[in-house]
Structures are given as structure tokens and as C-alpha cells.
């Protein structure tokens, strides 16, 4: 059964580097599918953040794209998002995906929520 | 950018059946992904490309796609269907994934 589970600070100060990272358990990164991250801000709907391919093609939510920064840690299986000089709006819940070619996400973490606040 | 449009809400009684549209240009080109959210939990799929559904997801679960709407369809809603729901695209012409803005189903 695949699973997917985030990690990271809950909280950042504003201005500063939001980084969570989502382990993937019973399915290795390499063998193929697109990994993604997608936000989900209090009371409203979700928003994708980006999706990258193992080997390591890149795709961003033209919104946040200057800010963003996805990786993958094969020999972890794990792969990691970077948001850069955040504010009060990037509090959210951040969620890891496996996504598809076509985009569908079969596979959900269970969501970290971070707030940006001082 | 593509955009999708959703009703913010749809209500229904126990055991009718619920539809919830998903409007967008030529959508019928495109591959369109359902996604059911509960309160405090992370979204479920619950049909894609369309019309497929996922392993575990009940047959009253079904979707369609044509011209500029796709529709997800609940058949005998139940209580337990009371959640968010979700519609779902990849833009080719961007390589961006596109969500609708989300519809709450309501059962009454």
C-alpha cells in the first residue's frame, strides 16, 4: 500500500523559507509517476504548487513559481518542497500527492498545516 | 491560465441523486479527475479520466464529460456522501494541473 506522509516546522516567520518534505512508503520514487505538492489555505479550495517527475522535469503553479523549489532524495525516497519569502496568505494545509501523466493524484498524504505568523 | 467553474453548492435529498458540474473551454478534450474532502481530512479520488473509478469507490459514484461541462453524478446519495467536492485537469497547453474551485454537496 502506497502512503505518503509530510514533515516539517508547523509554524515560520514571515519572510522566511517555508521547507516541508513527504516520505513515500511502499513505492520506490525511481520506479516512475509524477510527485506533486498542493496546498489547501483555511475554509477555501486547494491549489497546486508544483509536480516533478523522478528523473527530475519540473512543473510550478505559474503563481508561486519564483518562490518555489521542489527536489526528490532517491536514497531517502523522499522528495521536498521549498517556498521562499513567505506571508500571512501561504498558511495552509500542505499536501503530498503521486500524481499521473494526465495529472490525477491517487495517493494522498495526510496534510501538515503551517502558519505563517511571528 | 484554464479555468474551471463550480457551483460553491449543490443540496440534495437522502437517496436522490446528486450532479455537480464542472464547466470549462473544451473540457471534452480534456481528462477530468474527481475528488471527494471531508472535514479535516486529505481529498479522496473518486472517479478520473473522466469516468473510471478507483478501486473501493462505490458504483454510485459515476462522471461524465462532454462539450464544455463534466459532470460528476451521485446516485442514492447517503449522509456519509456530505463532503467537498473537487474537479480536476492537467492543461497540456501549460504542463499546469488546474482545480475547480470546489462545491460543497449538502445533504439534506
Known amino acids: 500500500q502506497v502512503q505518503l506522509q509530510e514533515s516539517g516546522p508547523g509554524l515560520v516567520k514571515p519572510s522566511e523559507t517555508l521547507s516541508l518534505t513527504c516520505t513515500v512508503s511502499g513505492y520506490s520514487i525511481i520506479s516512475g509517476y509524477y510527485w506533486g505538492w498542493i496546498r489547501q489555505p483555511p475554509g477555501r479550495g486547494l491549489e497546486w504548487i508544483a509536480s516533478?517527475?523522478?528523473?527530475?522535469?519540473?512543473y510550478y503553479n505559474p503563481f508561486l513559481r519564483s518562490r518555489v523549489t521542489i527536489s526528490v532524495d532517491t536514497s531517502k525516497n523522499q522528495f521536498s518542497l521549498k517556498l521562499s519569502s513567505v506571508t500571512a496568505a501561504d498558511t495552509a494545509v500542505y499536501y503530498c500527492a503521486r500524481g499521473h501523466i494526465v495529472g490525477k493524484f491517487d495517493y494522498w498524504g495526510q496534510g501538515a498545516l503551517v502558519t505563517v505568523s511571528s | 491560465s484554464y479555468v474551471l467553474t463550480q457551483p460553491p453548492s449543490v443540496s440534495v435529498a437522502p437517496g436522490q441523486t446528486a450532479r455537480i458540474t464542472c464547466g470549462g473551454n473544451?473540457?471534452?478534450?480534456?481528462?477530468v479527475h474527481w475528488y471527494q474532502q471531508k472535514p479535516g481530512q486529505a481529498p479522496v479520488l473518486v472517479v478520473y479520466?473522466?469516468?473510471d473509478r478507483p478501486s473501493g469507490i462505490p458504483e454510485r459514484f459515476s462522471g461524465s464529460n462532454s462539450g464544455n461541462t463534466a459532470t460528476l453524478t451521485i446516485n442514492r446519495v447517503e449522509a456519509g456522501d456530505e463532503a467537498g467536492y473537487y474537479c480536476q485537469v492537467w492543461d497540456r497547453s501549460s504542463d499546469h494541473v488546474i482545480f475547480g474551485a470546489g462545491t460543497k454537496l449538502t445533504v439534506l
Open positions: 479520466d473522466d469516468s
Open positions: 473544451n473540457i471534452e478534450s480534456k481528462s
Open positions: 516533478m517527475y523522478h528523473s527530475g522535469s519540473t
